[in-house]
């Protein structure tokens, strides 16, 4: 028997004890795979065991995208040209600071090419990356209290319609997992943000392709915007190619995804 065990140091209760129960099920018959951050307590109760780091087996993938998404920039590209010694530190120092976290990563990439966009100097983008978090409910936090004041009750109401949705679909679906797999239609999300007395006096017809695209588009907008890009519509489905009516019934249908698993179970 072989059991996989995530998130060790999330469980509640000493963690001495925590480790003290593995050790008493452990048996040539009975093994046990943990995951964990890098606590004293496990580090040095297991120091016998194999080990391996998640860092060292995905630091290629992390400089690979890291690299793809900034030298495709413009802005990064000019910036190289004009400070060749310290703009490639920018990468180096993502990499290093990310520790195998792809959330992190994700999100500390996409203010640097925010910064670019306003043309921030290397001083400013440093302190970026520096001052983004790295321990997961702390860069959520982080992300939450920037978000601008006058956004915060449409962020709210975005968050607790989505938590919601899933709520009522998972009463009504059997499987487990369906929260994390499933959400809200991008054209419905649109609909339950306008003023109900408007939404139950708007006519029902079926709405025109334009209407479609452009109510997907401000979503898209305020996904990144009002809840600092935590939740997404996967871009694929934006960037399809179908015809007409075709693509504003696909994208119409997108669903609103969390960017990461965590976030709902934050939240």
């Not at 140091?9 to 000493?14: I, L, P, R, S, T």
Request: glycine fraction near 2%; proline fraction near 5%.
């Amino acid at each position: 028997v072989c059991l996989f065990i995530d998130g060790v140091d999330e469980y509640q209760g000493d963690p001495v004890d925590t480790i003290s129960l593995f050790r008493l099920v452990v048996s040539p018959k009975f093994k046990i795979c943990l995951s964990s951050r890098p606590w004293l307590p496990f580090e040095d109760a297991l120091t016998s065991c194999p080990q391996l780091k998640l860092q060292d087996l995905t630091r290629a993938d992390i400089l690979i995208y890291v690299n793809d998404k900034l030298s495709n920039d413009e802005r990064m590209q000019k910036l190289n040209n004009l400070e060749p010694l310290e703009a490639p530190k920018l990468v180096q120092e993502i990499v290093e600071k990310a520790h195998g976290v792809f959330l992190w990563i994700k999100l500390v990439v996409d203010s640097l090419l925010r910064g670019l966009m306003n043309r921030d100097s290397i001083c400013i983008l440093q302190r970026r990356i520096r001052e983004l978090p790295t321990e997961l409910e702390s860069l959520l936090t982080y992300m939450i209290n920037h978000i601008e004041r006058i956004y915060q009750d449409e962020e709210s109401r975005m968050f607790r319609i989505i938590l919601k949705s899933q709520a009522v679909s998972a009463m009504l679906d059997e499987e487990e997992d369906y929260l994390q797999v499933e959400g809200l239609c991008a054209i419905d999300l649109s609909f339950a943000l306008e003023d109900t007395s408007t939404v139950l006096e708007t006519p029902i017809t079926l709405p025109k392709d334009d209407d479609v695209f452009h109510r997907v588009e401000e979503i898209e907008c305020k996904l990144k915007v009002r809840c600092a890009v935590l939740m997404e519509i996967p871009t694929p489905c934006l960037d399809d190619m179908l015809p007409g009516r075709r693509k504003s019934k696909r994208i119409g249908n997108t669903k609103v995804h969390w960017l990461h698993r965590t976030v709902k179970d934050f939240l």
